[in-house]
């Protein structure tokens, strides 16, 4: 069975930092362009970052442009987005999904095919 697998929520105070994982199960990540999406309560899913597959190319939201990084290990076998300064509007469930695309894109999360069961991320003191 063919599915994301994400890890590494969970609760921080202001300021601090948290890393999400996502590997694939089933599948290697080598040829997807893989996205982080977040689901903020009251609010729609919203693209958070993504990084392309042949020439690595990273996108951010305006929101989290340089406080979150992401990234693949070098077995491209898992993507990580380490979240710096993080502040309470930060806090959702972050998504990762995969996506056969040339290009990678945080504005339209109808272009990925698999996505992972969510991980929560509360920022709160």
């Known amino acids: 069975q063919v599915q994301l697998v994400e890890s590494g929520g969970g609760l921080v105070q202001p300021g601090g930092s948290l890393r999400l994982s996502c590997a694939g199960s089933?599948?290697?990540?080598?040829?997807?362009?893989i996205a982080w999406f977040r689901q903020v309560p009251g609010k729609e899913r919203e693209g958070v970052s993504c990084?392309?597959?042949?020439?690595?190319?990273?996108r951010y939201a305006a929101s989290v442009a340089g406080r979150f990084t992401i990234s693949r290990d070098s077995a491209k076998t898992a993507v990580y987005l380490q979240m710096n300064n993080l502040a309470p509007e930060d806090t959702g469930v972050y998504y990762c999904?995969?996506?056969?695309?040339?290009?990678?894109?945080?504005?339209?999360?109808?272009?990925?095919?698999?996505w992972g069961q969510g991980a929560q991320v509360t920022v709160s003191s």
């Open positions: 990084i392309g597959v042949n020439d690595g190319t990273e």
């Open positions: 089933g599948f290697t990540l080598d040829y997807y362009a």
């Open positions: 999904a995969a996506g056969p695309l040339p290009m990678c894109t945080v504005e339209v999360e109808g272009l990925y095919d698999y």
